[in-house]
């Protein structure tokens, strides 16, 4: 197949070590740590024999920072699926990895995948959080449920919600050492369904 790029390198992601490929034989395979000068130093080695085109696969989080310097020093970075780069037969090495990775670029059969813009970068890391204390505060309500169960307090049975306001008053009650059914219902809230007779009578049973 013809050579679409011919000054390509291809990097295999580590968590520990990253091994950049600049062609097919085996001393063109070099392997760099993790850290911030190891990546300038990928990039000085991409520079010193004329790279212009990087790919790599999207291992992870472990890209993202090599990625970054790679664009920071000008070079054409296709981030790639790592799904596309697992065909290669035989006993897999880092090394192989690489010069696999090279050699699939270099005729330009490496596609990369999607990379938001900065603004709906932020977009998205906003809304991951949001789902992840979304998420967290579903855990906690339902160790809150199972606690009260095993206090015989079936909150959960009278209010809909045990987050709500009548149940936090009544859990905050609970806490401060209140087991008094009759007493606890009188934090029910007007807009509750049950009421307080029913309230105290299905607690503690």
């Known amino acids: 197949m013809d050579v679409i790029?011919?000054?390509c390198a291809g990097i295999d992601i580590g968590s520990r070590s990253h091994f950049v490929a600049i062609g097919q034989q085996e001393n063109d395979?070099?392997?760099f740590g993790v850290y911030a000068d190891d990546l300038t130093g990928i990039c000085l080695h991409l520079k010193q024999h004329g790279i212009t085109s990087v790919a790599m696969e999207s291992t992870g989080s472990y890209w993202q920072n090599l990625y970054v310097e790679l664009i920071k020093h000008g070079f054409e970075v296709t981030l790639c699926n790592g799904k596309f780069?697992?065909?290669?037969?035989?006993?897999?090495?880092?090394v192989k990895?690489?010069?696999w990775i090279q050699k699939l670029?270099?005729?330009?059969?490496?596609?990369?995948?999607?990379?938001?813009?900065?603004?709906t970068e932020v977009l998205r890391t906003y809304c991951r959080q949001r789902q992840n204390w979304l998420d967290l505060a579903v855990e906690a309500t339902h160790k809150m449920q199972k606690y009260l169960k095993l206090l015989n307090f079936r909150l959960d049975v009278v209010v809909?919600?045990?987050?709500?306001l009548t149940g936090?008053?009544?859990?905050?009650?609970i806490c401060q050492g209140n087991l008094n059914p009759v007493e606890l219902a009188?934090?029910?809230?007007f807009n509750c369904r049950k009421s307080e007779t029913e309230i105290a009578s299905i607690e503690r049973k």
Do not use: M, W, Y
């Not at 780069?85 to 880092?94: E, R, S, V």
């Not at 670029?105 to 603004?119: A, N, V, Y």
């Not at 936090?168 to 009650?173: G, M, P």
């Open 85 to 94: 780069t697992k065909n290669i037969k035989g006993k897999k090495t880092d």
């Open 160 to 164: 809909r919600d045990v987050c709500g």
């Open 97 to 99: 990895d690489a010069r």
């Open 105 to 119: 670029h270099s005729i330009g059969l490496l596609t990369g995948s999607f990379l938001p813009d900065e603004t």
């Open 168 to 173: 936090l008053k009544i859990i905050e009650a």
């Open 29 to 31: 395979v070099k392997q």
């Open 186 to 189: 009188k934090h029910r809230h």
């Open 5 to 7: 790029h011919p000054n």
